[in-house]
Every structure is written in C-alpha cells, then in structure tokens.
C-alpha cells in the first residue's frame, strides 16, 4: 500500500497518515498541508480514529507511532487557528481546480453564489435528462461536426427584391430628414435631392448633439464617413447605383471590430484598444455602398447598459437607462440619430433595449449573419437547432477574428428596414463555419394570408386583431415543455463560455475594474465552480427543450411578449428568431403633476421556427402597413415645460436574477 507523508505549513508537523483516516488529513488540510505519497508495505491503524480503522492488526509500535503522530498534528494544527477557518478549507478545492487566485472574500462569495444558485440549476438538470445511465437518452446538442464547415448544403441565398417607394420629397427640415426610413433616404439619395455627405453631415451632428444626454456613443467615425459618403456620390454621379443602402449613415455597436478605430467592447479593460481586423457585417455594409458614422455603446463586456463612459438612457424616458447590451444601436436609432444600427444579442441584447426604446429590431436565426471581428461571449448559445452537424471551436478572447457568440441583427424604424438590412449582411462568412447561406423567401412577397399564427396569453391584442383582419388565421396558442431549468441553462451556458473567453482577464484580478460588480464578475467567479458533468447535463437538458418546442411549434409563427425572461432564454437556447415591434405608449408611472412627454413604449415580439426569418418579418410589414407607432418620435430631452427628471445614476437597478 501507500502511505501519505504531511508536511504542514506549521512548523514540526510530520505525519503518517493512512489511507481511510480521512478526518485527520481534513484537519491537517485546514492547516495548509501539502501531501506527498510515500511507499510502505505494512497495514496499520490509528487507535485514535476508531472510525477509519481498516481490518488488518496493527503491531504495538504503529498504535504507539500513530497515537503520538496523532496528538503531535492536533498540537500543531492549534497553533494555526487563523488558517483554520472556511475560506482556507475552501482554498484547497479551489486549488484541485486551478483556481485558488482568488481572494479569501470572494471564495466565499462563489461558495454562496453555487449553493444558492448552482445546485439548484444542477440538480433541476440531472432530475431532466440524467436519471438514466447509459446516455441513450437526451444526447447533448453539442456535436462535433468532422466536415469542419468546408460544405454548404442549405442551398441558394437569392437576394430580397424590395419596393421603390415612388414621391418622395425632401422634407423642409433635417428633424424630418432624421425620421425618414432608409428606402426613403435613398430614395432622395437617387433623386439627387440630397447628397450622402449632406446626410452624413446631419447624423453626426445629432450624434453630438444628444450623446451628452444619452450615452450612447463610443466613437466618432467621422474621417471614414466622409470619404465613404464622397465615395458613394461619386459612384451614384458614375450610373453605379449598389442598392437601398447606398450612402445611407449607420452606426455598429462597439464589439464589432473596424480598423484603426477603438473596439472597446464596453471595458475599461479594453478602452484603448485598437483591432485590425474587418468585422465581416463592417465588410457587408461597405460593399453595400452604406457609410459607418460611430461606433456606438456596448455595456461592458456586452452585458447590459452599464459601460466605462457611463450608462446609455431611453430616449422616451431619459429618467430612465436603456437596459441590455445593445444600448447605443437602441437608443441612436430611436432618437433618430441613426437611421440604422447593428446590435447583438446573446440573451435580450436586442430585444430588451428595443422594446425599452420603441424601436422595430430583429433578432435573426443563428448563422444567418456571420460574426468574424465581433467579440466572443458564448459559443454554445449561438446553436439554432440540435444538428449532429453543429460545429464548435474554441477561440481565445484575444482572437477575435475568428470568433462567434451573439446573433447580429438590425436596430431600424421599421420591419421593412429591417428586411432590408438583413438581406445585405446575410449569407456566409468564410471564416465562420457556423454561418451559412440561409434560403429565405422574401418577406416583401409572403402572402400572409395562407398562414396560421398563433398568439400567447401575453400577447398584445392590436397585433392580433390587425393581423387578422389581413386575412391571417390567428389561433390561441401556447409552447409545450417540460423542461423546468430553461433560464438555469442559459445562465450556465453563458456564464461558463464566457469565462472560457475571459479566463486570464479573471485570473489576473481584472474582473475588479469591471463597471457593474454584481454583473460579469459575480457570475464568471460562479461559473468557475461548475463541474464539467454539470455543464453537459445543461446541454442535455437544452437538447430535450429543443426537441420539446419543435414538436409544438405547430403554426407558421406565434406573438407574445418580447421581453418576457423565460422566453428571451428559451429563445435563444432553441434558436426562434424574433422580431420586436412598437404596439403603443403608455403614461409614465410618477408622472410629475404638470405633465410630460415621457412616455413608456408598448411592444410586442412576433417569433418564427429558426431559418423562418422571413414569415416573422412579412407579418411585421402587414402590422406596419396599418398602423403607425413605429413612426412616432421620442421627446429626448424635450421633455415639457414643467417636467423634470431626478438624477437618475441614483437608481438601483438588480442584477439578472434566475428564476426557477
């Protein structure tokens, strides 16, 4: 057999302790011991311990050998009551995991956060998908896929055709200008009524002019816009016309990389951080002949809209912040200080900040839009469906030329906009494996009236009634599943990419400059406790939701609340692309006596089957076709004359909170 030689890191303690007498290595543990395994032929036990005695005789010399090894430890350890406490018991396991960097506080801190929030999600996963063995049920939705994405059998990517809206006329004000949708500024770009650079000019200058009061601009990308505006007056001069997009401004949100411009994904950590690389949307959108004016807010690390410059406001509310990552597409495109942006979402990036801030957003199928260039959270969440032929690679925080996390999709006035944007940034990226050449038909042709569509509890009543009055069959609806941990999940999945991706910016104590303590750092020091076993289970678990909803999904689309958290989760763990539209305002709760403009913006999302972008945007197009929310203007800073707004940083906002 083998004995375990302890030295402790008290002086004098030398030990010989048997395999079974697990109560005093503990002890010793506690002290900082180190073991180390020495070769010893005899069996023997200590006396002392009667409850790790083995079976075998000791001889009189080892009882005698074991009792003074014995209380010689129980001496020593005394001597070390300091060390003898919880955080240094914990320290040891944290050691087995590589991970004892932490501080003693914070390994408290995530022994807290795994019972009261890990164990749970553990064993809700298990009780799903783990009560078998043998694994021959509910396989994981994480397949490798040996083809390496060097095939592309999704078919042909036809581009949208679109409508040219004819009578466009300038308007007499650049406040009008601002709200006009991208076909109609292109249109008045085609009909020379007014130039790139003149447009260019004007969103710059509304950028500047309310980034004080929002927050929501990183960079200025002002060089580069005008010579891309000269670029596309002089080409339209020529007869060279590249589409609805040419010359139109737009603004990227700022963990989509653009050379020589800082890419500094929200952080601190990154604010001075310059990537030469050319996202591949960036790529699209250039081609298209559209012209980048800034880089605009990412919160911190893509969480949220807390970032180093500040935290991004609603321009319907300015007393309030615009909630998600996407906050500077949401918000620049809401107070029209953009026509258009793209944002990303992982988890509610897009669909919180645009339903906060009244815009039309959408969130895209998986692998619709490449991502090449755009900061990496989470390579698991951007599965659409459970395909043994998914594709996985790891990709280190610092290579971000070939990552993949987020959804991108487009921040616009309208679902036609959307329409638009989407059919000029899809399609494959040869640097993405998991994008792919989507077959979508064009949402401008669906004819919605041979569809059925469901609509859940929470779903707006307008959007239904509308839609059927368009001839669509509408239907009560509701998603079937048994699975009980959908938000526990994501957390899981997310929480522990995205620390794949932030490991050294962990270990070296950067988490401490972080913006928002209680976001990415409490949960990335969480996620490092979560076992791999665990990890899988969740994926199990997400293996059998996806299966769960497809059964159910039995209509061509469904509407229901866009903000809802177990549906953002479920959503982006299934891969049900979604679109969010404005459905009305409401009053402001504590609305002052005298009144205000504020106002609190009524949406609703209409969802679709992955790969089914288009039903979802052509229902929003009919919606539009009829109503005229998404054409309303938020008051910004002109808020009424008697209103006022109480400095807002003094709110508390909580941190996400799972919900079991």
């Known amino acids: 057999m083998a004995t375990l030689l302890l030295r402790g890191k008290c002086p004098g303690v030398t030990a010989l302790v048997l395999p079974r007498v697990g109560l005093c290595l503990s002890l010793f543990l506690c002290c900082g011991g180190a073991a180390a395994v020495a070769p010893h032929r005899d069996q023997f036990q200590n006396p002392i311990a009667a409850h790790c005695l083995t079976s075998s005789t000791p001889s009189p010399s080892h009882r005698i050998l074991a009792a003074l090894t014995s209380l010689d430890m129980e001496s020593k350890i005394s001597q070390c009551p300091q060390q003898n406490s919880e955080a240094s018991s914990l320290r040891h396991a944290f050691k087995i995991l590589d991970a004892d960097f932490f501080t003693d506080n914070k390994i408290l801190e995530v022994a807290k956060g795994a019972e009261e929030f890990n164990i749970p999600i553990i064993r809700a996963n298990r009780k799903s998908v783990a009560s078998v063995d043998g694994g021959l049920q509910n396989p994981s939705c994480l397949v490798f896929d040996p083809n390496w994405g060097s095939e592309q059998p999704d078919g042909i990517n036809r581009r949208f055709t679109h409508p040219v809206p004819s009578g466009i006329q300038r308007p007499g004000s650049n406040e009008d200008i601002a709200f006009m949708s991208v076909l109609e500024l292109g249109e008045l770009i085609r009909t020379r009524q007014i130039t790139s650079e003149e447009l260019t000019r004007l969103f710059l200058e509304r950028l500047r002019r309310y980034n004080g009061i929002l927050e929501a601009v990183v960079s200025y990308t002002e060089e580069l816009a005008y010579a891309q505006a000269k670029r596309a007056d002089e080409l339209l001069a020529q007869g060279v016309d590249l589409g609805p997009l040419h010359g139109i401004p737009y603004g990227l949100k700022d963990i989509i990389a653009v050379p020589e411009y800082h890419t500094t994904w929200g952080s601190t950590s990154f604010k001075d951080q310059v990537l030469d690389i050319d996202a591949w949307v960036y790529q699209r959108l250039r081609s298209a002949g559209a012209v980048l004016v800034a880089k605009l807010v990412s919160g911190s690390l893509a969480y949220d809209d807390i970032w180093f410059g500040g935290r991004t406001r609603n321009p319907w509310n300015i007393e309030e912040f615009s909630t998600g990552s996407s906050a500077g597409p949401a918000a620049c495109t809401s107070a029209g200080m953009v026509p258009f942006a793209i944002g990303s979402e992982t988890a509610g990036s897009i669909t919180y900040p645009a339903a906060r801030c009244g815009v039309t957003a959408l969130r895209p199928t998986f692998g619709a839009v490449g991502r090449t260039g755009v900061m990496s959270i989470s390579e698991s969440l951007v599965t659409s469906y459970c395909h043994p032929g998914l594709f996985l690679r790891e990709v280190d925080n610092d290579d971000i030329s070939n990552s993949w996390q987020d959804k991108l999709g487009p921040f616009c006035r309208s679902a036609a906009d959307c329409t638009i944007i989407l059919d000029a940034i899809r399609g494959r990226d040869?640097?993405?494996?998991?994008?792919?050449?989507?077959?979508?038909?064009?949402?401008?042709?669906?004819?919605?009236?041979?569809?059925?569509?469901?609509?859940?509890?929470?779903?707006?009543?307008?959007?239904?009634?509308?839609?059927?009055?368009?001839?669509?069959?509408?239907?009560?609806?509701?998603?079937?599943?048994?699975?009980?941990?959908?938000?526990?999940?994501?957390?899981?999945?997310?929480?522990v990419d995205m620390l794949a991706h932030f490991d050294e910016w962990q270990r070296l104590g950067k988490d401490d400059q972080y913006e928002a303590q209680e976001q990415w750092p409490v949960e990335l020091r969480r996620a490092r406790v979560v076992p791999a076993v665990d990890y899988v289970q969740a994926q199990r678990a997400r293996g059998k939701l996806i299966r769960e909803v497809r059964e159910s999904f039995n209509v061509d689309a469904f509407i229901g609340n866009a903000t809802d958290w177990e549906k953002v989760c479920l959503g982006n763990l299934v891969g049900v692309p979604v679109i969010v539209v404005p459905t009305g305002y409401a009053n402001i709760s504590a609305s002052p006596p005298s009144g205000t403009r504020r106002r609190t913006t009524v949406t609703t999302g209409i969802y679709a089957p992955p790969q089914k972008d288009h039903i979802a945007l052509a229902l929003a197009i009919a919606y539009q076709s009829v109503t005229d929310h998404h054409k309303q203007r938020p008051p910004i800073n002109d808020t009424g004359p008697n209103d006022w707004t109480p400095n807002a940083q003094s709110k508390k906002y909580p941190p996400r909170q799972l919900l079991l």
């Open 430 to 495: 040869p640097d993405d494996p998991s994008s792919r050449d989507i077959p979508l038909d064009n949402p401008f042709t669906v004819d919605i009236t041979k569809l059925t569509v469901g609509y859940l509890d929470d779903a707006e009543m307008e959007v239904v009634q509308v839609l059927s009055s368009k001839g669509v069959t509408m239907v009560p609806f509701r998603l079937n599943y048994t699975v009980d941990s959908v938000q526990g999940i994501l957390n899981f999945t997310m929480d």
